[in-house]
């Protein structure tokens, strides 16, 4: 089965700084989602990435797949206390044939002091 | 953005009893739809996957007896833990696929405590 490593674990920020969170699969991935999560609350969709070297970005928000589809990593340019959250990243299992079964990472949680 | 919505948020209910949950996609249809359980601090784990008009699939280790799924249309399917013991106390989180852009949302969640 497909694992995910999400690193680091746990990040705290001041206000305004840049962050990156990676995850790394065992498999290549086909399909990989990245979601935010506020503790006992749902998941808020974030960006979903197919393609090797594919970059989406949603307001401060970039996501890539590098090319070798196995590490994709979501970066946050001047962060601001709204970011802070459980990010988690989830991929398609079974070589995108699951139509959404996500095996998912163990969640990096955020803090952004002010 | 689509949205999966689910009802109740949280509820409490005695050991012995059962509990239902709803999953509704609201502004789509949804052939297949997939429950997880969170435990506290922990990532999610895929417990089945709702199939419309057909018997679900279960994962490994997933009790079919106690967790029911029911896909009876193509925007809900429900998840109804059957005779509950504080054990099944978890979050539980449905998500579906927007058939358009293949993205995946998820509900809001289901906190369930079995006293």
């Known amino acids: 089965s497909q694992e995910l490593e999400q690193s680091p674990q746990s990040l705290i920020v001041q206000e305004g700084k840049n962050l990156t969170i990676n995850c790394t699969s065992s498999k290549t991935l086909y399909g990989l989602y990245w979601y935010k999560q506020k503790y006992g609350e749902g998941l808020i969709f974030l960006m979903m990435l197919q393609k090797g070297g594919e970059e989406k970005s949603h307001e401060k928000i970039t996501a890539k797949l590098d090319e070798k589809k196995q590490q994709s990593s979501l970066h946050i340019t001047a962060s601001q206390p709204s970011h802070a959250g459980i990010y988690l990243c989830?991929?398609?299992?079974?070589?995108?044939?699951?139509?959404?079964?996500?095996?998912f990472g163990q969640g990096t949680i955020l803090t952004v002091h002010p | 953005g689509a949205v999966v919505s689910q009802h109740p948020s949280r509820v409490i209910c005695k050991s012995g009893t059962s509990v239902k949950i709803e999953c509704r996609s609201l502004?789509?249809?949804?052939?297949?739809m997939f429950w997880y359980r969170q435990f506290p601090k922990k990532s999610l784990m895929l417990m089945a996957t709702s199939n419309e008009g057909s018997k679900a699939t279960y994962e490994q280790g997933v009790e079919k007896d106690k967790f029911l799924i029911n896909h009876a249309s193509l925007t809900l399917s429900t998840l109804t833990v059957t005779s509950a013991h504080p054990e099944d106390s978890s979050f539980y989180i449905c998500?579906?696929?927007?058939?358009?852009?293949?993205?995946?949302?998820f509900g809001e969640g289901s906190r369930l405590t079995v006293l």
């Open positions: 998500s579906a696929r927007f058939p358009h852009t293949g993205e995946l949302f």
């Open positions: 989830g991929a398609d299992d079974a070589g995108g044939t699951s139509y959404g079964k996500l095996t």
């Open positions: 502004d789509f249809q949804a052939t297949t």
